[in-house]
């Protein structure tokens, strides 16, 4: 199909440029995209018939992550090298 | 206002019934990351790939302190450990119960769909046989329709024999009443007769009579006489 009607992961990376130009970048855009992605990975990990632990983990984990790196100055500070 | 003219279900899509669930979720590797990432990762680098980009990645973050090892590293070690050997050992269990469940909701529903479906065929059938009796009115009704033709011709027979004899008796006692009239001038005719009769004889003609008798008899008694 159209570049612009393609998701994320079916462009190619010459591509990803003029992908994000053509991206709407609103409010009702992102919050339309931020929808449709979790939509997307719930219809693929979460609404099946013999899930696994695969589908919350991926969510803790990523849960994880960004708790670490927003207290990423916290916790540098008891590091060994604590400049910071 | 109802546009009678306005096209209905113009597309294919509809509602019902929901396309069924998919069996298995998406593929994921060590229950974090999922297969698509190797698969990605499998035409330039291998099978080993992704691996070896995980321990540089790791061996990164630690050496560069981007990744801080401290007390709660630990507490993160043993709550994964617990929570991996849960997950290792109860969870064919918990999968078995779910699947239980939805196999419950699932019978009734089924039962549902199939107790009303028969429900609509007794009533299909009976509708039918209710159609095949409603054919047989017509003879139940000739049949009726002859019952009252015989109830009213056993009237009228009825009624016309009552006038017959009425009628009868009527006509009997007329005559017998010219009957009896006639009866009654005949004797009184030959009672009237038999005494003007009576009364016309006269002594003399009596006298004459009897001495006539008198000399009859003597007659036959000499012929008897003479024949003896």
Same mark, same amino acid.
């Given at each position: 199909g159209p570049l612009s009607a393609r998701p994320l992961m079916e462009v190619r990376l010459g591509e990803l440029h003029t992908w994000i130009s053509t991206?709407?970048?609103?409010?009702?855009?992102?919050?339309?995209?931020? @929808?449709?992605?979790?939509?997307?990975?719930?219809?693929k990990y979460i609404?099946?018939?013999?899930?696994?632990?695969?589908?919350?983990?991926?969510?803790l984990?990523?849960?994880?992550?960004?708790?670490?790196?927003? $207290?990423? @100055?916290?916790?540098?500070? $008891?590091?060994?090298d604590s400049l910071i | 206002v109802l546009h009678t003219t306005r096209p209905l279900h113009t597309t294919q899509q509809s509602l019902a019934p929901v396309p069924p669930l998919p069996e298995k979720g998406g593929e994921v590797r060590h229950g974090l990351i999922p297969e698509e990432f190797f698969q990605f990762l499998y035409p330039k680098t291998g099978v080993t790939g992704p691996y070896m980009l995980g321990t540089g990645l790791l061996l990164y973050l630690l050496s560069k302190e981007i990744y801080v090892v401290n007390h709660e590293t630990a507490a993160a070690a043993c709550i994964l450990t617990v929570i991996i050997y849960g997950i290792k050992?109860?969870?064919?269990?918990?999968?078995?119960?779910?699947d239980k469940l939805n196999e419950e909701k699932m019978a009734t529903a089924m039962a549902m769909k199939n107790e009303s479906i028969q429900t609509l065929?007794?009533?299909i059938e009976q509708e039918k046989k209710e159609q095949w009796r409603a054919e047989g009115h017509s003879f139940l009704f000739n049949a009726k329709r002859n019952n009252i033709a015989m109830l +009213?011709?056993?009237?009228?027979?009825?009624? +016309?024999l009552m006038v017959?004899?009425?009628? #009868? #008796?009527? +006509?009997?006692?007329?005559?017998?009443?010219?009957? +009896?009239k006639r009866q009654k001038e005949q004797d009184h005719m030959i009672q009237w007769v038999? #005494?003007?009769?009576?009364?016309?004889?006269?002594?003399q003609q009596q006298k004459e009579s009897i001495a006539k008798c008198i000399l009859d008899l003597k007659a036959l008694s000499k012929t008897a006489h003479a024949a003896v």
């Amino acid at each position: 199909g159209p570049l612009s009607a393609r998701p994320l992961m079916e462009v190619r990376l010459g591509e990803l440029h003029t992908w994000i130009s053509t991206c709407n970048f609103s409010p009702q855009g992102l919050l339309g995209a931020a @929808q449709r992605a979790f939509s997307s990975y719930c219809a693929k990990y979460i609404h099946v018939k013999q899930g696994g632990p695969a589908g919350i983990s991926m969510l803790l984990a990523g849960y994880c992550l960004l708790s670490y790196g927003w $207290n990423y @100055q916290h916790f540098s500070k $008891n590091s060994l090298d604590s400049l910071i | 206002v109802l546009h009678t003219t306005r096209p209905l279900h113009t597309t294919q899509q509809s509602l019902a019934p929901v396309p069924p669930l998919p069996e298995k979720g998406g593929e994921v590797r060590h229950g974090l990351i999922p297969e698509e990432f190797f698969q990605f990762l499998y035409p330039k680098t291998g099978v080993t790939g992704p691996y070896m980009l995980g321990t540089g990645l790791l061996l990164y973050l630690l050496s560069k302190e981007i990744y801080v090892v401290n007390h709660e590293t630990a507490a993160a070690a043993c709550i994964l450990t617990v929570i991996i050997y849960g997950i290792k050992k109860f969870g064919p269990d918990v999968a078995a119960f779910a699947d239980k469940l939805n196999e419950e909701k699932m019978a009734t529903a089924m039962a549902m769909k199939n107790e009303s479906i028969q429900t609509l065929q007794t009533a299909i059938e009976q509708e039918k046989k209710e159609q095949w009796r409603a054919e047989g009115h017509s003879f139940l009704f000739n049949a009726k329709r002859n019952n009252i033709a015989m109830l +009213l011709e056993a009237n009228y027979r009825e009624r +016309l024999l009552m006038v017959y004899n009425e009628v #009868k #008796k009527r +006509l009997d006692y007329q005559v017998a009443m010219q009957n +009896l009239k006639r009866q009654k001038e005949q004797d009184h005719m030959i009672q009237w007769v038999e #005494k003007n009769v009576v009364q016309s004889i006269t002594p003399q003609q009596q006298k004459e009579s009897i001495a006539k008798c008198i000399l009859d008899l003597k007659a036959l008694s000499k012929t008897a006489h003479a024949a003896v």
